[in-house]
């Protein structure tokens, strides 16, 4: 192994795993004997000598002082040596069957050969996470998969100074197995086999470059779900009981969804959510993970083949350059996808197309990349476009906004006027010439939706509302297979005409109309929104958190209030003067009286504060601090630090109290003999110990 990939993986070992300070580590003495280095600290020597297969040694996930840990690992062993294949490959279907779960759930893990009989399932997070995380969200992960995990690191919530009873180390990878002879390191999508053995590629730091760190916060949603273990849960196997728990029962009444029936298109083709993925790339609110997940469901659905697959990812990667994903170049997203897939295609049933995944981003349904119900391939509720009473009434309500384009858009725009309030559908002849490749589809056009989003995006730029370029919107079409053509075109421009020259409705009128309009939308919305919740409950690899979640932001933005529904300030005076002199002071003070002062009181409820400083500066002591004065005066306080386990946290506010170095504390000076001031510490610190 050359100097610089030695330093490279030696890089990403720290990036992934080790801690730069305290980190605790054993060396194998000989095949089964490990010897804890207590008095030690890791150094980069000694991770290059195992590296170099000099000495091999495990090491501790959790720091001391902290008890938290950068990554976590599932371990998979095969009751056999490993040399019997057939064990080995049975203990790695087990783990993929984990790590596609997880998958499932946008997080990222990867499989490591543990160099002998068996296989690790790391996680990795961004920020440094408590040991009963990690060890609740991997035991969840793997009851999710109907799995018991057998062996999990960390083994323990927290850790000793010096490690003790704290559990068995896991070995760090990339090292040699003192058994089998074989290098334990990372493996790629396809494994492939040789004497027996899964070969592990030597190009390792190609592959943990491109090791994804999952955000902190998803993994500690998945530790606070409460799952039971899978012997522990009951299971109604009779398919023709009505009661709530049948699984059947269940599965029928959340698969009430249309399927999504894609040989109507040509191989080129693609609906128009997938085309704005292949022309616009992943969105941006949306995990570029999930984004995989969902490009990966459309091809199994639709069984592309394997030259259609890379097109399509390729394409997206391509223009996903704005997406805030860590991977940097098309490689490396094309890598991510090719692993979304693999997980996905071993489990077919459980990946099918849902619209619902489309439109869980609201960046590429605000953006034209979903038509709604004017998509072929939608699967909720359909309205009737031939309703004459809402024709009417959205003829009316867009003819006034091109009369009265300034008070009608602001007035739309100020209720959130859903696009998918506009039902109604207008018979053009020469529409069935762009609809000619929908095989048997009813030849309609939902004109007046298409005007209003046309009117939307020319509001949003700041154009003028006029039927010029409103037909150049129209032309616009992200999806060239719904197109307009010259002949539709001129007609729409008639139409437009028309509403021109015909009088304007009054501005009563408009209202009335834009309430109707707005409430059709809404309920439309609501209906889709309770038929995905009830599709993603049904579903147990779906967290329930992230369900409700969605359910309650997508809930509040269809009860938004109009512009014109909110009261002036004037009409909250009254109540604001009450509180200005009649509530008491609510800011709490700081230690420094200068800075209190900047704050007109100190630190006041309701309001964020951010402290910024180089490193050393002391900025999580301060914070601590801050925390004792409120402490102090009675306020409760929740102080967070991943720097400060408790026993310092604990030191440095008694030293503050005392009036003392914490260094004096912490070496227990009162013990040393030499010590001149002994008792006088000894007392000193008891008395102020008792204030807690």
């Known amino acids: 192994m050359s100097p610089t990939t030695t330093t490279q993986l030696i890089q990403q070992l720290y990036r992934l795993i080790l801690h730069e300070h305290q980190q605790l580590y054993a060396v194998w003495q000989a095949a089964d004997m490990l010897q804890s280095q207590y008095e030690k600290v890791l150094t980069a020597d000694i991770v290059e000598a195992h590296l170099q297969g000099r000495q091999t040694i495990s090491v501790r996930l959790l720091q001391p002082g902290t008890s938290t840990a950068k990554a976590g690992c599932i371990d998979f062993d095969a009751p056999k040596d490993g040399s019997d294949q057939d064990a080995l490959q ?104 040789v004497d027996g053995y899964p070969i592990v590629p030597e190009n390792q730091v190609a592959l943990m470059a491109d090791v994804q760190q999952v955000i902190a916060a998803a993994i500690a949603q998945l530790a606070e779900e409460k799952l039971q273990e899978p012997e522990k849960r009951k299971v109604v196997v009779d398919s023709s009981s009505n009661s709530a728990g049948s699984a059947p029962n269940l599965q029928s009444k959340i698969q009430n969804l249309k399927s999504a029936d894609f040989s109507v298109l040509a191989p080129d083709e693609h609906p128009a959510c997938i085309h704005y993925l292949m022309n616009k790339g992943a969105p941006t609110d949306q995990d570029y993970n999930s984004v995989n997940l969902t ?43 090719h692993g979304a897939y693999a997980s996905a295609r071993r489990n077919p049933q459980d990946y099918q197309w849902s619209c619902s995944y489309v439109r869980a981003s609201q960046e590429l349904v605000n953006c034209g990349g979903c038509t709604g119900y004017a998509c072929p391939f939608w699967q909720w509720e359909r309205p009737d476009g031939d309703n004459e009473a809402a024709r009417r009434a959205e003829r009316e309500l867009l003819a006034y906004i091109l009369h009265h384009p300034e008070a009608g858009m602001q007035e739309a725009l100020g209720i959130d006027l859903p696009a998918e309030g506009f039902i109604s559908t207008v ?103 309770a038929t995905t919740a009830t599709e993603l409950l049904g579903d147990r690899l779906q967290p329930v958190t992230e369900t ?124 040393d003999p030499d010590y001149a001031n002994a008792q006088w510490l000894k007392q000193r610190v008891a008395v102020h110990g008792n204030f807690w």
């Not at 370029?469 to 129209?474: K, N, V």
């Not at 139409?495 to 009563?508: F, G, H, N």
């Open 90 to 193: 049975a203990v790695l279907t087990q783990a993929q069957r984990v790590q596609t779960t997880a998958t499932d759930r946008a997080l990222s893990t990867y499989l490591e050969f543990s160099g002998r009989r068996g296989f690790h399932l790391w996680l990795f997070s961004e920020a440094p996470l408590p040991g009963i995380t990690w060890i609740k969200a991997l035991q969840n992960l793997c009851y999710l998969s109907g799995y018991k995990p057998k062996e999990i690191y960390p083994a323990t919530a927290t850790i000793a100074d010096d490690g003790k009873a704290s559990g068995r180390p896991i070995r760090l990878p990339c090292g040699i197995h003192q058994i089998s002879g074989k290098r334990n390191g990372f493996l790629p999508e396809t494994v492939e086999w």
């Open 548 to 671: 409700l979640e969605t359910l309650i932001n997508k809930s509040q933005n269809l009860q938004r209030r109009s512009a014109s529904q909110t009261l002036p300030m004037v009409a909250y005076s009254q109540d604001l003067i009450r509180d200005l002199f009649g509530q008491p002071q609510t800011a709490i003070p700081t230690p420094a009286h200068w800075l209190n002062h900047a704050l007109n009181g100190g630190l006041h409820p309701g309001r964020l504060y951010v402290i910024g400083a180089p490193p050393g500066s002391g900025k999580t002591t301060w914070c601590a601090w801050c925390a004792d004065e409120a402490a102090k005066a009675r306020t409760p306080v929740l102080y967070v630090s991943f720097e400060m386990g408790k026993q310092q946290l604990w030191v440095s506010a008694l030293s503050r109290l005392a009036g003392l170095n914490s260094g004096l504390i912490e070496s227990k000076q009162w013990d």
């Open 295 to 337: 490009l990966s469901r459309y091809a199994i659905t639709r069984g592309c083949d394997r030259n259609q697959i890379e097109s399509l990812a390729e394409k997206m990667a391509q223009a996903s350059e704005h997406h805030p994903t860590s991977k940097l170049t098309v490689d490396a997203k094309l890598r991510n996808f």
């Open 427 to 529: 018979r053009l002849s020469a529409h069935v010439e762009a609809c000619q490749s929908l095989k048997g589809e009813k030849a309609s056009l939902y004109l007046h939706r298409m005007i209003w989003e046309a009117l939307v995006r020319l509001e949003t730029d700041g154009r003028e509302l006029i039927p010029s370029l409103i037909l150049s919107q129209l032309e616009q079409v992200p999806d060239e297979r719904f197109a307009l053509s010259t002949g539709v075109i001129n007609q729409v421009a008639t139409y437009l005409d028309e509403w021109l020259q015909m009088p304007s409705c009054s501005w009563d009128t408009f209202l009335e109309h834009l309430t109707k309009i707005r409430d059709t939308g809404l309920r439309l919305l609501a209906k889709e929104q």
